[in-house]
């Protein structure tokens, strides 16, 4: 289980204490009450591979669907819960599987920071990882993680809290995952700090941001990217190196980098609205709005 150290400084706790009455929220609070009420399960089968599969007596597959489809939509995944296939919008494997070799959580303080449901978090959970901690300010997000740890009974703890609160826990973790956060920030820079700023001595951070083709040191800032109102800034690689070197880094490696296509992003029935189809033009060559189509960049750095 994880330490209870890094929770100690009052303004968190007063921040903590805030954000549990998020959950009385009255889209909220009839969803975490179906969540709690769940019967307790006897969990017969575990597997964790592109799938975080569960199964367990005491609960029907018709009261997992039930359940799972009141807790739409799914963006992470995918799940399957007693025979239960729950596609997410993002098959989360893909990412994983670049992030994955250069990950060891195991002995080291751990935090996913915008964990959304904890997908990778049960992943670093297969891999060892005994302190592990997900960060992400969604009520709704944090009970879909109670949903499927219900089964797998994991011990990982979910706070509503985001990457702007990692200098209240300065120095404590050994690895943070920040993975498709840094563009939806309206301060790149001043994120990339507080990152830095909650790693331990000789800590590592993995993260993935957007990027844009070019050699030139610029950025893009749209009003609208792929349909996302929340895109502030989109650099080229010596744009985002740049960040890296004023954030203080000591050094940083690029990891990976993946085009996003229809395998890894597509609508399904659990998710509500568009996906990544309805943000291309037809031939996926450019954003709706005319934009370079969603490249990414996967980088491993040191504090």
């Not at 599969?53 to 009261?63: C, F, K, Q, R």
């Not at 060559?285 to 960049?297: A, N, Q």
Request: glycine content about 8%.
């Amino acid at each position: 289980m994880a330490s209870k150290k890094w929770k100690k400084d009052k303004n968190l706790q007063k921040i903590l204490e805030e954000r549990e009455k998020w959950y009385r929220w009255k889209n909220i609070a009839p969803l975490k009450e179906l969540v709690e009420g769940l019967p307790p399960v006897k969990t017969t089968k575990i597997e964790i591979g592109k799938w975080i599969e569960a199964e367990g007596e005491g609960i029907s597959s018709e009261e997992v669907r039930q359940i799972a489809e009141k807790l739409k939509p799914w963006r992470k995944g995918p799940f399957r819960l007693n025979g239960v296939e729950i596609w997410s919008e993002w098959r989360s494997y893909i990412k994983w599987e670049i992030i994955a070799p250069h990950l060891n959580p195991v002995g080291k303080r751990v935090l996913d920071v915008g964990c959304n449901n904890g997908y990778y978090l049960f992943q670093l959970g297969k891999m060892g990882g005994e302190e592990l901690v997900g960060w992400d300010p969604s009520p709704l997000f944090s009970l879909q993680f109670q949903f499927v740890n219900h089964f797998l009974q994991f011990p990982i703890e979910y706070y509503l809290l985001g990457v702007e609160h990692l200098p209240l826990t300065p120095g404590y973790w050994d690895l943070i995952l920040c993975l498709g956060v840094l563009y939806h920030r309206s301060d790149p820079i001043q994120m990339l700090k507080e990152l830095r700023q909650g790693l331990a001595p000789g800590g590592e951070a993995v993260i993935d941001t957007l990027i844009i083709p070019g050699e030139g040191e610029y950025v893009l800032s749209p009003l609208r990217y792929a349909k996302m109102k929340n895109v502030y800034f989109i650099p080229t690689k010596s744009a985002l190196f740049n960040w890296l070197h004023r954030a203080k880094f000591s050094h940083w490696e690029v990891i990976g980098e993946r085009k996003t296509d229809l395998e890894e992003q597509s609508k399904t029935p659990w998710i509500e609205g568009e996906s990544l189809e309805s943000f291309l033009t037809p031939d996926l060559s450019k954003t709706i709005e005319g934009y370079p189509p969603p490249t990414r960049l996967y980088l491993k750095l040191w504090r």
